[in-house]
């Protein structure tokens, strides 16, 4: 496994507000499974990989992201 893709992953999932603490344990993060499923394809996929990239640069530069 690619540990620096699999960092960057995480790092623009977070970015993109798909990992949030559950509400009664703060030591836990939580993400949808649909976002959860997003982040496994992205591990696989270069084409998902390099798609998860530019959501990440969208956010940055503040434009609209799609992520359907």
Avoid: H, S
């Avoid at 009664?24 to 696989?44: R, S």
């Avoid at 998902?48 to 799609?66: A, C, P, S």
């Amino acid at each position: 496994m690619d540990k620096l893709r699999l960092a960057n992953i995480i790092r623009i999932a977070n970015k993109l507000g798909w990992i949030f603490p559950e509400d009664y344990n703060k030591d836990k993060l939580l993400m949808q499974l649909e976002d959860v499923e997003k982040c496994m394809i992205a591990m696989e996929d270069d084409i998902e990989y390099n798609r998860f990239i530019q959501w990440g640069k969208e956010i940055k530069d503040g434009t609209e992201v799609k992520t359907k």
